[in-house]
């Protein structure tokens, strides 16, 4: 595709259910990242990929949160036991190693 | 990590010139500066970056502080579309990671 492909678009989901979200970056991209952003809020870094390095998983808010890039292509970022305060907009980015970052249009996330 | 400090607000006025300023006096020798910015309801764009010398694009023009410790983002004529938040970041092209991290930013208002 042309651009960094997230979906779903958006996901409502009850309180304690695990979700995954998926970010399909740019071909040939090897850096990708997630991040989200709570309504007003600025963008929270959540986790990053670069080629074969192993991830830099700092942001991850806690243990519910995980990531995977499998093939070095598609990821899926996975919440389990959601909770209220994950309601957020989650986007995706991806680059070639450290040069220009593009965005997906982002996953809106409630949990209700 | 090297951070970055930006004025939270600032106004123009349309068909104006806008600088953007941005310190970071701890800026390493290996460090980049990038700018984003990210429009009202849609996700970060890339703006330009540079190391040293100034650098021009067709969104915009960089002019990097001698010594580094400060850079200033110029839009040569502000419209109401540029009004967004503007985000200054260091990258670092040295190690082996390089993440992009995103601080509180400048929220651009432009007045018709």
């Known amino acids: 595709g042309a651009g960094v492909s997230q979906s779903p678009s958006n996901k409502v989901t009850e309180k304690g259910k695990d979700v995954e979200l998926r970010c399909d970056p740019i071909?040939?991209?090897?850096?990708l990242y997630w991040y989200r952003q709570s309504l007003g809020q600025g963008l929270e870094f959540l986790i990053y990929?670069?080629?074969?390095?192993?991830?830099?998983k700092s942001g991850l808010p806690s243990d519910r949160f995980s990531a995977e890039r499998t093939g070095g292509s598609v990821s899926t970022l996975t919440i389990q036991r959601t909770q209220q305060e994950d309601s957020a907009v989650y986007l995706c980015?991806?680059?070639?190693?450290?040069?220009?970052?593009?965005f997906g249009q982002g996953t809106r996330l409630t949990v209700v | 990590d090297a951070k970055t400090t930006q004025p939270n607000s600032m106004e123009s006025n349309e068909e104006e010139p806008v600088h953007l300023p941005c310190n970071h006096s701890t800026i390493s020798g290996t460090d980049y500066i990038h700018w984003y910015r990210q429009l009202p309801s849609q996700g970060p764009e890339y703006v330009i970056h540079?190391?040293?010398s100034n650098v021009n694009n067709r969104m915009a023009s960089l002019a990097i502080a001698e010594d580094r410790k400060s850079s200033t983002l110029i839009l040569h004529r502000a419209t109401l579309r540029d009004a967004a938040v503007y985000y200054c970041i260091l990258r670092d092209y040295g190690g082996s990671q390089g993440n992009l991290i995103f601080g509180k930013g400048t929220k651009l208002s432009v007045k018709p």
């Open positions: 071909s040939g991209h090897t850096a």
């Open positions: 980015a991806s680059s070639f190693d450290r040069t220009e970052a593009f």
């Open positions: 540079g190391l040293t």
């Open positions: 990929f670069q080629g074969n390095s192993a991830p830099d």
